[in-house]
C-alpha cells in the first residue's frame, strides 16, 4: 500500500493560480495511476485528472484545460496546477493513488484532502 499526504491548497481569488502536491510514502514509478480528485459539500466525488505509469494524461471535460497534472518519480510526488481558478472549483481536493493487481482487483489508495477555497 501507500500513503498519500497533499498541500498546498488555500484561499484564492478567482483568476488566480495554485498548485497542490501529494506525497508518496514509496515510489510512485510503478503505480498504474495517480490522480486529483475533489468533491464539494452535498456532492460525489468526481475526477479531476489522472496520469498513468506511462505517462497518459486524462482530463475531466469541464476543465477546459486550466489544470495540469504532472508527476517527480525522483521526489514522489504528483502535482496540480490549477489556472484561472473559478469559484465553481471550490472543493475538497484528493490525492488517488491506483494500483490494479495481476488477479484484476483494483486498490484504491487515498489522502487526507487539502481545501481550496476560490473566492469571487
Known amino acids: 500500500q501507500v500513503q498519500l499526504v497533499e498541500s498546498g491548497g488555500g484561499l484564492v481569488q478567482a483568476g488566480k493560480s495554485l498548485t497542490l502536491s501529494c506525497a508518496a510514502s514509496r515510489s510512485i514509478s510503478s503505480i498504474n495511476a495517480m490522480g486529483w480528485y475533489r468533491q464539494a459539500p452535498g456532492n460525489q466525488r468526481e475526477l479531476v485528472a489522472t496520469?498513468?505509469?506511462?505517462?497518459?494524461?486524462n482530463y475531466a471535460d469541464s476543465l477546459q484545460g486550466r489544470f495540469t497534472i504532472f508527476r517527480d518519480n525522483s521526489k514522489n510526488t504528483v502535482y496540480l496546477q490549477m489556472n484561472s481558478l473559478k469559484p465553481e472549483d471550490t472543493a475538497v481536493y484528493y490525492c488517488?493513488?491506483?494500483?490494479?493487481?495481476?488477479?484484476?482487483?483494483?486498490?484504491?489508495?487515498w489522502g487526507q484532502g487539502t481545501q481550496v477555497t476560490v473566492s469571487s
Open positions: 496520469v498513468t505509469s506511462d505517462g497518459r494524461r
Open positions: 488517488n493513488a491506483r494500483e490494479i493487481r495481476v488477479s484484476g482487483d483494483v486498490n484504491d489508495y
